[in-house]
């Protein structure tokens, strides 16, 4: 596709809110699934210490 100014290359040939919203919305999911992971693996890691600690106290080994 040829556009004659880049005012017509945001237009997307009348479909440019749909274009741009797609990668807009896009975008928002990837940024929140980072977000969402990040959060998981840091509570993951939070209960994994938390139990080492808690059978390190009871003098229990880990793998028993």
């Not at 237009?11 to 999911?29: K, R």
């Amino acid at each position: 596709m040829i556009w004659n100014s880049f005012a017509d290359f945001w237009a997307m040939g009348g479909y440019g809110l749909y274009v741009w919203g797609s990668f807009g919305v896009t975008a928002v999911c990837i940024a929140l699934e980072q977000w969402w992971v990040k959060q998981a693996r840091t509570k993951a890691l939070n209960h994994v210490v938390n139990e080492l600690a808690a059978a390190e106290t009871q003098g229990k080994d880990w793998h028993s």
